[in-house]
């Protein structure tokens, strides 16, 4: 699998673009954000390819699915096909299985460990159960947006929280056309989001704005003021993966420090 070279943590990374580097049923992987926290792996594996059980026995990892259908086999819980905008978490300890199944290039977000590695093997489960049999959100195995648009609706704005352990808090937002959100910076904690669906513009620092849509990756580094608007006649959906003990500084409140880069 070819990892060439690439600038990490750009403001934004194009679904276009990454993908456009590469031919077409091709296996590949990139790095485009690095966090403190994360290795955020961008991986392309058309159907077919081999997979790789393993184990991480301190960390959990997870990955937000893009293009295809990917299926997991994670722990001993029963097969799950992945498609666009589902989380799926392979808690600590847990062996996972990583299967491509469906399209061109299936494509998954790997938020993992800056140290992860695949050297403990994984084994074939002895038995299987049904997925998140006893779990509940956050932290579920896999995390459906297409189960989350059925429960939530489309009507209106609403938030679900995906993730949350010691390393990361991830919230999927799904807010209708015209939402601005308030302007504010976090102290020492980098910030990302995966845009899935819509168009949302990022106001950040005193920089123009930047539209980011499906599939676009959108990264502010710690103390950097910024604020999201929905643009054009849909509504959006995102995720925002940050540390768990987020801090929050509004710049319209008085006693509010400014943001260190603006």
Do not use: C
């Not at 001993?76 to 666009?84: G, K, L, R």
């Not at 002895?126 to 609706?153: C, F, Q, W, Y």
Request: hydrophobic share 35%; glycine share 8%; no cysteine.
């Amino acid at each position: 699998m070819t990892s060439p070279a690439q600038p990490k943590n750009l403001t934004v990374t194009r679904h276009a673009d990454i993908m456009g580097r590469h031919p077409g049923g091709s296996r590949w992987a990139e790095v485009p954000i690095e966090d403190g926290r994360n290795r955020v792996v961008w991986i392309s594996g058309p159907p077919g390819t081999p997979s790789d059980p393993h184990i991480h026995p301190d960390f959990n990892e997870y990955w937000v699915i893009l293009d295809g259908v990917t299926r997991y086999q994670i722990g001993q819980y029963e097969p799950i096909d992945a498609e666009w905008g589902d989380i799926m978490i392979a808690p600590a300890g847990y062996a996972h299985d990583i299967h491509p199944i469906e399209g061109e290039q299936a494509i998954r977000l790997g938020v993992t460990h800056p140290n992860s590695n695949h050297d403990i093997k994984g084994v074939p489960p002895s038995r299987l159960i049904p997925a998140d049999v006893g779990l509940s959100s956050p932290n579920l195995i896999h995390t459906s947006m297409k189960k989350l648009l059925e429960k939530h609706g489309t009507d209106s704005n609403w938030k679900e929280l995906a993730v949350l352990d010691a390393r990361n808090r991830a919230l999927i937002t799904h807010e209708l056309p015209g939402t601005v959100n308030r302007r504010y910076w976090h102290p020492d904690m980098d910030k990302w989001w995966a845009v899935i669906a819509g168009e949302i513009e990022f106001s950040i620092s005193n920089e123009e704005p930047v539209t980011a849509g499906p599939g676009d990756l959108v990264f502010v580094p710690g103390g950097t003021s910024h604020n999201l608007m929905t643009i054009g006649d849909k509504s959006s959906l995102r995720i925002t993966m940050t540390a768990p003990d987020i801090v929050h500084h509004y710049t319209d409140d008085p006693d509010t420090p400014a943001a260190p880069n603006g």
